[in-house]
């Protein structure tokens, strides 16, 4: 629960205040505490209906029928083990106390139906010309074309507040007004969207120098052309756990040489590989930058994620690659394109 110092009452508060408190909380629950904010006690919805059945009244102080011995979770413990044990002990509430003993939190069972919210922001390179698709971009911005029942941004931003992504900067340029009418601020998918309009075509870096401000913390960058299956939380995660200044999403690509290959020496051959394959490591167009990175940015002026990367390998600081094994397309041809629209109800829905 987001906002659970409004479930806080104090011992002395009547049961009226603390039912009129659950109700405007929404919380099923209030927690007992003194001035320190250590708990005394929990009282629920439940608890003063059958206090009031005992005899107590409305405006018996809510310690009279609290309980004192409620099932709490420690700041040390994990989502994975909080989790259990509402389970396991069939409660819908579960106060989180620090080492103190103070309340620090409050877990309900509706905070685990959906994804654990993320502070961090995603960043969107909506700006380019899609000129490799030009038949069909000459008069609708390649994030805006339609793949399956929506436009393809929308399918991306879906995926990014699926895993609990809220905040959204759009960097965008070619046909803008486009992609601004149809999103808005983003309050019909339930994110918040910014927009960084490029006055000039500035590559898939250069835009992250128009955010209004350096990011506090490492944010998600990503092309408007992929369709992908990744979990963006976990590899916002493992650059957490790394400590690390950059992260480059990246995936194996193979390519089939179509014909037999030769391996001489002073015009002797010692070797024919028929159509062998080559395997590569390539950038998949998702990255994780801390603010050490997004420093190396500069201002307003054309600068692409290669050169970013390089930037940062130069300063000896800590870059690191992801892998991407799931499902990945990138839009760029009119092959994927009609590939994307084939496969994406089997794949998005």
């Known amino acids: 629960m987001r906002i659970w110092k409004e479930a806080l009452i104090g011992p002395e508060m009547s049961l009226r205040t603390a039912l009129e408190t659950i109700n405007r909380a929404g919380s099923q629950i209030v927690l007992v505490v003194d001035q320190q904010r250590r708990l005394l006690g929990t009282l629920s919805d439940g608890d003063a209906r059958r206090a009031l059945l005992r005899g107590l009244s409305l405006a018996d102080p809510v310690s009279a029928a609290m309980h004192i011995t409620p099932t709490c979770a420690s700041t040390d413990d994990d989502r994975a083990t909080r989790l259990s044990m509402m389970r396991r002990l069939g409660v819908h509430q579960l106060p989180v106390l620090d080492g103190a003993g103070l309340v620090v939190g409050l877990e309900t ?8 919210e993320r502070e961090h922001s995603v960043v969107i390179m909506a700006g380019g010309l899609g000129s490799r698709l030009k038949e069909l971009t000459q008069d609708t911005p390649k994030p805006m074309l339609q793949v399956g029942s929506r436009p393809l941004l929308e399918t991306i931003m879906r995926g990014y507040a699926d895993q609990g992504f809220r905040n959204f900067y759009l960097a965008v340029n070619y046909k803008a007004e486009q992609i601004e009418q149809h999103f808005g601020d983003g309050a019909q998918l339930g994110i918040r969207i910014h927009y960084l309009r490029e006055r000039q075509r500035l590559g898939t870096a250069g835009a992250l120098s128009l955010l209004p401000e350096l990011p506090t913390q490492p944010i998600l960058v990503t092309n408007a052309d992929l369709l992908t299956k990744e979990n963006y939380g976990a590899m916002l995660d493992q650059h957490l756990e790394a400590e690390a200044d950059a992260t480059m999403g990246v995936r194996e690509y193979e390519m089939q040489v179509p014909f037999g290959v030769v391996r001489e020496r002073n015009g002797r051959i010692e070797s024919i590989e028929e159509k062998p394959i080559q395997r590569f490591t390539v950038s998949s167009g998702m990255y994780v930058l801390s603010p050490s990175a997004l420093a190396l940015v500069p201002p307003d002026q054309f600068f692409d994620m290669p050169s970013l990367f390089e930037a940062v390998v130069a300063k000896g600081m800590h870059t ?24 994406f109800d089997e794949v998005f829905r």
């Open 109 to 116: 069972v509706d905070d685990f139906l959906g994804p654990q």
């Open 320 to 343: 690191r690659c992801h892998r991407i094994n799931g499902y990945w397309l990138d839009i760029g041809r009119l092959p994927d394109y009609t590939r994307a629209n084939q496969e």
